[in-house]
């Protein structure tokens, strides 16, 4: 055979010497590894990844140390991430750090209630005031809160006008409200509803927008993590109408009263300067 | 069963055909991958995952091409690459290049043995230190043209380099320094 003519006696005796034939026998170890088995990688290359995957560790390990503990480390990654537009929020941290302790529940006091005479004094538009509510709707409240119009990006004087009417002395939201707000702008923090479910209307001659639902999570979210996802649905006793009248914008809300559009309508349509 | 036929075998996914490739080349191969390595643990390790890779990429291999020089193609970058890794080769600076050329022509001039076993043994011996004091490269050069018989055209496609690279490296040592070889005869 030719590569046996061409092949040389003295490295044929030096690779026999140093591997003898009769005692190389890999079929059982390739079989082993072809058939998925747990034949040790080769020796070669665990020399190879060991110190990358030893320095690849080292590196991680230092840099989340000095992330997690060096202040300023800490605040150039918030920094970085922040640039990108990201705002991270360890909700884990928060649970660590919440210590659960029995308290009574404690009812957030609302402002002094003011008449609508005392609203339309502190303003500066004027205000429209319903004069007429469905039964029931006794229980009255009302306030101004301030804002920062420029901030807000709202062109308004930075007041903005809020009338409840509850169905309950204790001001109970879930046994029924009806929520107006003023605004000589755009209402500030609008609620986001489903922009499918939106209908215009007219209300009073003015063109406006009316919804009725409210979005429901169905439960499938983690309380301390993430939120369900969000539904819109068309059942819930929710309705809103907006509209823009003599330059000031209201936004009439109806919670748990088991009111539709024409009921909201007949209420802006009983609004009056008096 | 031939080369052609076990590889048929393999791609259709039969270790039978492995095994044959396996027994047919393993001797060759470690021996090859162990001149180069002086290391016998580290040549079988390469020679199995020279396998190995056989057997995952055969799909890509043309049945119509002979297996050998593709299989040792395989084991010979791998140990050459192993070898530079270890930084196995001895620096002599740039005398690997005379003991290169002194030690082709010392095997061309010792292409049968001589009578005397004293006289084989030291050819021996000068052979296998002039071996691991030049390159791997060198070294694979070496044992393809003297220990698995390859020609030119397989040399150069084995070590990615041109055939008139490996005809330069072959010829030009038989018009070169022998003295560095005859000095490890002593």
Redesign the interface.
């Known amino acids: 055979m030719?590569?046996?003519?061409?092949?040389?006696?003295?490295?044929?005796?030096?690779?026999?010497q140093?591997?003898p034939?009769k005692t190389?026998?890999?079929?059982e170890?390739?079989?082993r590894?072809?058939?998925g088995g747990k034949?040790k990688q080769?020796?070669?290359?665990r020399?190879?990844w060991i110190p990358i995957t030893a320095l690849c560790l080292i590196l991680l390990t230092v840099f989340s140390s000095m992330a997690c503990f060096v202040p300023p480390v800490r605040a150039f990654a918030a920094e970085v991430i922040q640039r990108l537009g990201i705002a991270l929020v360890d909700t884990g941290q928060f649970n660590q750090d919440v210590e659960v302790v029995g308290v009574e529940a404690i009812r957030v006091t609302p402002p002094p209630s003011l008449s609508i005479a005392e609203i339309r004094r502190q303003i500066s538009f004027s205000l429209m005031q319903p004069s007429w509510l469905p039964a029931g709707l006794d229980h009255y409240h009302g306030s101004i809160a301030k804002y920062d119009p420029i901030e807000n990006q709202n062109p308004g004087s930075g007041t903005s006008v809020s009338l409840y009417y509850y169905r309950s002395a204790d001001h109970d939201f879930l046994k029924g409200v009806l929520y107006l707000r003023a605004n000589d702008g755009p209402i500030p923090a609008p609620p986001l509803l489903a922009q499918t479910r939106e209908q215009e209307v007219t209300v009073n001659g003015q063109p406006g927008i009316y919804v009725h639902g409210a979005w429901q999570d169905d439960g499938s979210g983690d309380p301390n993590l993430k939120m369900g996802t969000l539904q819109w649905d068309d059942q819930a006793d929710d309705a809103y109408l907006s509209w823009e009248q003599d330059g000031v914008t209201y936004l009439l809300e109806a919670h748990n009263l088991g009111l539709g559009l024409d009921d909201l309508l007949k209420i802006a349509a009983s609004m009056t300067y008096e | 069963m031939e080369d052609h036929e076990a590889i048929q075998q393999l791609k259709a996914g039969n270790l039978a055909g492995l095994r044959t490739l396996v027994e047919r080349y393993q001797v060759q191969a470690v021996q090859t991958a162990a001149l180069v390595l002086q290391d016998r643990a580290a040549a079988e390790d390469i020679v199995q995952n020279a396998f190995l890779r056989c057997y995952e990429r055969i799909d890509q291999f043309d049945a119509d091409r002979p297996f050998r020089p593709w299989f040792l193609r395989i084991v010979i970058n791998d140990a050459v690459k192993a070898s530079v890794r270890r930084k196995d080769q001895i620096s002599l600076d740039h005398q690997e290049d005379d003991l290169f050329q002194a030690l082709i022509e010392r095997l061309e001039s010792s292409t049968l043995p001589p009578e005397e076993a004293v006289q084989q043994s030291e050819i021996r011996a000068a052979i296998r230190d002039a071996l691991m004091k030049i390159s791997p490269k060198q070294r694979a050069v070496i044992l393809q043209k003297y220990f698995l018989g390859m020609n030119e055209k397989e040399m150069s496609a084995a070590l990615n380099c041109a055939p008139g690279t490996v005809k330069w490296h072959l010829n030009a040592g038989r018009r070169k320094l022998q003295s560095l070889l005859q000095k490890l005869i002593g």
């Not at chain 1, 080769?42 to 290359?45: A, E, S, T, Y």
């Open positions: 030719k590569e046996q003519i061409e092949t040389h006696w003295a490295i044929r005796d030096i690779a026999e140093q591997a034939a190389i026998h890999l079929w170890r390739v079989e590894a072809a058939a034949e080769p020796v070669i290359l020399r190879r």
